[in-house]
């Protein structure tokens, strides 16, 4: 131990002699271990680390499965509540199980109204989870029946915010939806189920409270079911209980339950499932970066320590073993790395900031994110291993040097140093193949953003104004009353000056929305679990004009399609295609499964609209309904303006509280902010890779130009010759840019194979072009062997000012 402070103390006085190489060095280092330290403290938070609950391995989600004939490309389904109370009667695979769905309730406070994000729940939700309530209690079954749920958890957030953070708020009532509320229990503020999303977290849990005609629903899906394994039962024997329980249930209920299976998945990869591919690359990305920083360094003290052979073999032939002279050479390069990350964290610390701000409502558990001691443990063993890395190389190419040549070489600037000029080109070679593969991948991500951006939404967005009002179960609880608000709402919106039309629809496009079985008049009858499913959309007169969602056949909805007028329906391009091909889809007659009023008529096809996202390759099958004939109480307004559509928001939301002052109008954006937040996920990993990307090519050239300079400086004497016996400037110029072009024409051959391997791993990642993307690969290396020709021209430059009289004596 003693001796290795002793190595420690002399490497810092070495660092201290050259403080130029060492401030360039712990740039380096602080840049590579930052950026890894930044992106696994993120992928510690949402991959690595078990949730927070007791247990929580034991914990999974269980979907349905439905026909593949009926959902196109649909792998799991929510749950209906009778199926779900069959899975909890007959299963013995399950400690707990427990229902759960989103919920929203309208709060009147005495500054405005406002809607909070709420979850209906089981009895045992918290109980499977094994979550307490830090003020309270949870649910107890007799609260999840007709008339007793009329009780709330709620959130430590809105205990704080609406609440005064009373802790005498246990057994008080909450207004919600105008009806009171006793607060039973007070979460604590890491409780995030079901939902990590910020933007979807509950506020408020309260019982489901079915009726016995509620519990007996098959056919309606919109619940989710989690569950948590007994002890000893793996997945797969959860899976196959699941299976049996599911082939019973199509035999005892086929009309609704035939095609349909179930799956039982692991909670936490229910949770992270869908950003784990884009982690995973920007890991593997880092993970480069660091790579070239290793060889950055061990390039730097490769010269450094190369400077002072003649010191090293003075050591040796006063008796210093390869094994000394191996350790202080690590324990410089572990010292500078230990410093380098230190400056690191605090580059991280920066770094882990904006990631949050910028995807806190896409990054699950985003609220446990940070510099923790998983991620500090991290950045140490980075810190230690890059060292050792780094100075593997240098420390090798010493110990193989001929002691007694070197002691015969006067200063040491002399002499043949072949075997540590290929250990500095393979070093270059290895950056450049390393960096060439990270600006392809972000190059492929630019491209694949670039060209979401340029999709046909097939609507036009720009000044359309949305919100979305959600009305009180209270008092508009008959269909008669919610739309004669819609209706009051948008006649009194239309009539503002700068508005030039309006209208509403259930769910806005590129957000989802609800998918229902039809049956079409004239084709074979099947089962409703058999029927085929369609995006369903429930909209206002006037919503297709304000969007400009081209009509193409037919007529639009009008005033006239009343609910005492006959059932219609508006039908998208790809429905009509897919359900009458080669037919003239007007006047085709279908039933609405879930609201069997009759068969209702096609009076019109409208243009294909991105209903799922902008990435959505296949354009999704949709109907919409006139509102008037299946109203309901959650509409989204949209407003297409003359001005700018911010400048009346006011105005708008003024118009709606006319109608009903305890209303609250939410979620106000305009319909180019809702497309640009759809590709938020996309454009923060193209960010993050194209930055990484970026420092992987500035520490390239960095590497390039340190090795010419080096070289420039060993071959002073041989360019001093060169020039006595006639060489002209051109000639060296060429010399040294050829050197250091051949070192960059490898090291980018080596880096096109590495790449067409790893961007497969992309694929996932991409919209529109492929991971072989031929304009990506042509124009990555040109800007590569530009990057590197400029880096070449420095050194080059300084070679041709060589005067050949000084260089002949440079010794």
């Known amino acids: 131990m003693t001796g290795l402070l002793q190595d420690f103390r002399y490497a810092l006085r070495q660092l201290r002699k050259a403080p130029l190489f060492s401030a360039i060095a712990l740039l380096i280092l602080a840049l590579g271990i930052g950026a890894n330290t930044a992106i696994f403290s993120v992928v510690s938070a949402v991959l690595l680390r078990p949730l927070p609950f007791p247990q929580s391995g034991r914990l999974v989600q269980i979907w349905h499965?439905?026909?593949a004939a009926s959902f196109h490309g649909m792998t799991t389904f929510p749950v209906s509540p009778a199926n779900y109370l069959d899975w909890l009667n007959q299963n013995d695979v399950f400690e707990r199980m427990a229902i759960y769905g989103y919920n929203s309730f309208n709060l009147t406070t005495k500054s405005q109204p406002e809607m909070v994000v709420a979850a209906k729940v089981s009895s045992d939700f918290f109980s499977v989870l094994r979550a307490r309530p830090m003020l309270?209690?949870?649910?107890?079954?007799?609260?999840?029946?007709?008339g007793r749920g009329n009780v709330a958890i709620i959130s430590q957030a809105f205990w704080q915010s609406h609440c005064g953070s009373n802790p005498k708020i246990v057994g008080q009532t909450i207004i919600l939806d105008r009806q009171s509320y006793t607060v039973v229990g007070v979460m604590d503020s890491k409780f995030f189920f079901p939902s990590p999303d910020t933007h979807w977290h509950p506020q408020i849990?309260?019982?489901t409270g079915w009726t016995d005609e509620q519990r007996a629903v098959r056919g309606n899906h919109n619940y989710l079911v989690m569950a948590r394994l007994r002890p000893g039962i793996d997945l797969k024997r959860a899976q196959a209980e699941m299976d049996t329980i599911s082939r019973r249930l199509e035999q005892q209920y086929p009309a609704d339950d035939r095609g349909w299976g179930s799956v039982v998945v692991p909670l936490r990869d229910q949770l992270v499932g869908d950003v784990r591919p884009a982690l995973l690359v920007l890991l593997g990305a880092v993970t480069f970066v660091l790579l070239i920083a290793c060889a950055n360094l061990a390039n730097l003290v490769l010269a450094k320590t190369l400077a002072r052979r003649k010191e090293i073999a003075i050591r040796t032939s006063l008796g210093a073993s390869s094994a000394r002279v191996l350790r202080q050479v690590l324990s410089e390069t572990v010292l500078l790395a230990l410093i380098g990350g230190a400056f690191g964290l605090l580059l991280a610390h920066f770094g882990v900031g904006f990631m949050?701000?910028?995807?806190?409502?896409?990054?699950?558990?985003?609220?446990?994110?940070?510099?923790?001691?998983?991620?500090?443990?991290?950045?140490?063993?980075?810190s230690i291993l890059t060292g050792i890395l780094a100075g593997l190389a240098?420390?090798?190419?010493?110990?193989?040097?001929?002691m007694n040549d070197e002691l015969k070489q006067g200063s040491g600037r002399g002499g043949s140093d072949r075997g540590g000029n290929r250990t500095r080109s393979v070093l270059v070679i290895a950056e450049i193949a390393l960096s060439l593969t990270l600006l392809v991948g972000a190059g492929l991500m630019v491209r694949s953003l670039w060209l979401l951006r340029g999709v046909d939404p097939g609507f036009d967005p720009h000044n359309v104004l949305t919100m979305t009002l959600a009305l009180s179960p209270i008092n508009y609880a008959l269909p008669v009353q919610q739309s004669g608000f819609f209706n009051e709402v948008l006649r009194r919106v239309r009539a503002l000056p700068g508005v030039e039309s309006a209208g509403a629809i259930d769910a806005l496009p590129v957000s989802g929305g609800s998918t229902q079985p039809i049956a079409i008049e004239g084709h074979p009858p099947v089962q409703m679990s058999e029927q085929p499913e369609v995006a369903v959309r429930s909209v206002t007169p006037g919503y297709l004009h304000t969007t400009r969602i081209p009509l193409l056949q037919g007529r639009d909805f009008s005033e006239a399609d009343s609910s005492d007028r006959p059932p219609v329906l508006l039908v998208s391009e790809s429905m009509a295609k897919r359900f009458w091909p080669d037919e003239n889809?007007?006047?085709?007659?279908?039933?609405m499964s879930f609201f069997p009023q009759g068969l209702r008529e096609v009076i019109g096809v409208a243009g294909d609209v991105k209903q799922d996202g902008l990435s959505a390759v296949q354009p999704v099958a949709t109907l919409y309904v006139p509102f008037a004939q299946i109203p309901h109480r959650s509409l989204s307004l949209v407003v297409r303006t003359g001005p700018t559509p911010a400048s009346l928001i006011s105005a708008v939301t003024d118009?709606?509280?006319q109608v009903d002052g305890e209303e609250p109008v939410v979620d106000l954006m305009t319909m180019e902010e809702i497309l640009s937040g759809s590709l938020l996920q996309q454009r923060f990993n193209m960010l993050l890779l194209a930055a990484f990307a970026g420092l992987a090519l500035f520490l390239a050239a960095v590497g390039i130009y340190g090795v010419l300079s080096y070289a420039v400086k060993r071959r002073m004497q041989e360019i001093g010759i060169r020039m006595?016996?006639?060489?002209?400037?051109?000639?060296?110029?060429?010399?040294v840019l050829g050197q250091g072009l051949r070192l960059a024409l490898v090291g980018v051959g080596v880096g096109l194979v590495a790449a067409l391997a790893l961007t497969r791993l992309m694929t996932s990642q991409l919209f529109g072009v492929t991971a072989s993307d031929p304009l990506t690969f042509l124009c990555v290396p040109l800007l590569l062997v530009g990057v590197a020709l400029v880096a070449c021209y420095l050194p080059a430059r300084r070679a041709t000012k060589v005067d050949p009289m000084v260089a002949l004596r440079y010794e």
Do not use: C, Y
């Open 205 to 207: 849990w309260t019982p």
């Open 136 to 146: 309270g209690r949870a649910f107890v079954p007799e609260e999840d029946q007709p």
């Open 356 to 382: 949050v701000a910028f995807m806190s409502e896409k990054l699950p558990r985003a609220g446990e994110i940070g510099l923790d001691g998983w991620v500090l443990g991290f950045t140490l063993t980075v």
């Open 585 to 591: 889809p007007i006047g085709k007659r279908l039933t």
């Open 655 to 657: 118009a709606v509280h």
């Open 65 to 67: 499965v439905p026909p």
């Open 394 to 402: 240098p420390a090798w190419r010493l110990t193989k040097s001929n």
């Open 724 to 735: 006595a016996l006639g060489a002209e400037r051109g000639d060296v110029l060429r010399m």
